[in-house]
């Protein structure tokens, strides 16, 4: 059975039910209904004729022969109401002559003034016994009663009529509910087609979203969402791939071509040397990048969960530094440290290490020998902000939205003497964003880059 067919079978088994009380509570309602003016016509015609019965001694009659000869008294075809009297045995003293030769059965088990059905000539009637009393004595019946045909027929001919309209109307419902039923979950064959077109290699399409902002819509929507997180993903371990096989591919190939030339002849011993002493550079230098690769595709895949610890902004600095003091020392450059404020900043070591790391070690490299490099913290607008302005030649304008680009390296043709991967600010804006931390660069006039590192307070 498909979905469409289920939802209506099960929209069916409802409206069955509902629809089967409301046909039984109809039946119920119109049948004493019926009996209910039926009963009132009754009754109302027995206390009408009750004045007309005349009490002498033990005699019973009629007083107004002129009514008991009205045509309805006298044809049981026009509207067959009949009338006779009895005596408390049930002896029949009067009755109206529509009964000819018949007698209405009297019943002394029967309660007065309630109606009752009976049988006459074995047709079906309703029947009433009103009694008659003289000066509080009981003197005899007044039997009063109408054909019960026609209110059977009608509560048949219901009874038929519902037995038939409620398969009808449950057909017509069916497939009703299973027109509406495929119209409502085409979004559901959309976004089945749509899956189905749907490889590692077309992650593009997305299905398309009701118009209707209801439940399907919503799953529509997550849909969409979780093909962009795959997308996402999917194209981070492209990017991976091939930024990790075009960073190890070039100095494989120097280390290769180097070890190629040593071999092709003897050669002494301090060349053999400064060859082995280059390659394990560029060993080292491939192995910090495939280090930096992964600490991405860390960033990139990993369920990160952060140790926040209370920390002075002073150490943060400190410890960057003192890494890179015989750096600092070689080139001489003047380390300039303004922190009145005191501050900590509550945030994760490692993420707040690697982002300190790289922004005071670009500093560094691009700094001139006898340089300056200012470090100062400051709060402004309830943040904490650590800014660290070198002296170098700073990026270019339109290169500044671009640095945080695994592998790009502003004006790199005019800083080949300057190692680098172009994968430090990409670790930095990485792990910012882990922690929740902003990280701005501007040019600094007249030369140099300023970087702010935003902390929020708290």
Known sequence: MTFKDRIAFYYLISAASIIATVF??????????????????????ARKHLKDVIVEQDSLYFNNQAIIAEREHKEAEVLPFFLQIVDTSGNVLAKSANLKKQTLTFRPDVTAHKCFNAELSDKAIRQIQIPVKQNGKLKGYLLTAVSLEGTILVVKNLRHVLLVLFPLVLALLFFMARYLAAK????????????????KYNLSERVKLPKTRDELYTLSQAINELLDRMQNAFEREKQFTNDASHELRTPLSVI?????????????????????KYCISEIDSMSE????????????????????????????????????????????????????LAAEVVTDPYYVDMIMENIIS??????PAGGTIEIQTHKEDNKIIIEVVDCGEGIKEEDLNSVFNPFFRSDSLNHKHINGSGLG???????????????KLQNHPPKGLKAQIIFPVG
């Not at 409502?184 to 490889?199: A, C, D, S």
């Not at 670009?362 to 700094?367: E, G, L, V």
């Not at 600010?425 to 990280?439: M, Q």
Request: hydrophobic share 40%; glycine share 2%.
């Open 24 to 45: 039984v509570i109809i039946y119920f309602i119109v049948s004493a209904t019926v009996y209910s003016n039926l009963d009132s016509a009754l009754i109302y015609e």
């Open 184 to 199: 409502n979950i085409k979004p559901i064959v959309n976004i089945i087609e749509t899956t189905n077109r749907i490889t």
């Open 256 to 276: 290769k071509g180097t070890l190629e030339v040593l071999v092709r002849k003897p050669r002494k011993e301090e060349e053999y040397k400064e060859k082995i």
């Open 289 to 340: 990048r495939v280090d930096q690769l992964l600490l991405l595709a860390r960033f990139d895949n990993a369920n990160i969960s952060l140790r926040k610890e209370s920390l002075p902004a002073i150490s943060l600095i400190d410890n960057a530094i003192y890494r890179h003091r015989k750096l600092i020392e070689e080139k001489n450059i003047h380390i300039v440290i303004k922190d009145d």
């Open 362 to 367: 670009n500093a560094i490299k691009y700094s």
């Open 425 to 439: 600010l990409s670790i930095v804006k990485k792990a910012s964003e882990i922690l929740g931390v902003e990280v």
